[in-house]
């Protein structure tokens, strides 16, 4: 939301930054060499804020800009899932053969439970 400021005098629609005229009427240009350079300063921060204001206006630009991005991401988040499933294959590998017995071993004291129950 922008404030509507207007000075006494000043056309209807002409908008004053309050924070801009207490600045310019407390320390005003002294001598043409200063107003000079307010003038740039002030040309250089109103052509940033025309490009800015162009940026948000340029939608295609920012949706491609967003869809860039998540491209980006996706692709570093693929790479490291690959070199997760890499390292927990090679971990796999180092223990398949453990596991194997822990799993024959379960299986087996499973079966002679069930063996067990239903000869009682």
């Known amino acids: 939301m922008t ?3 207007r000075r ?3 056309p209807a629609g002409a908008h004053v930054d309050p924070d801009a005229e207490a600045a310019a009427t407390g320390r005003g240009a002294k001598g043409p ?4 350079r307010q ?4 040309r250089h921060e109103l052509g940033d804020t025309v490009e800015e204001l162009a940026g948000k206006m340029d939608v295609k630009g920012r949706a491609r800009a967003k869809a860039e991005d998540l491209r980006d991401r996706a692709g570093a988040m693929t790479v490291q899932m690959r070199s997760s499933a890499a ?9 398949r053969k453990p596991a194997a017995i822990a ?4 299986a087996l004291v499973t079966g002679a ?3 067990r129950r239903h000869r009682c």
Do not use: F, Q
Request: aromatic fraction near 4%; charged fraction near 25%.
């Open 3 to 5: 404030h509507d400021v």
């Open 39 to 42: 003038i740039e300063r002030t």
């Open 103 to 106: 799993g024959a071993v379960i």
């Open 8 to 10: 006494a005098g000043s």
């Open 33 to 36: 060499d200063e107003l000079r």
């Open 87 to 95: 390292h927990a294959g090679k971990a796999g590998a180092r223990y």
């Open 113 to 115: 439970v069930m063996v």
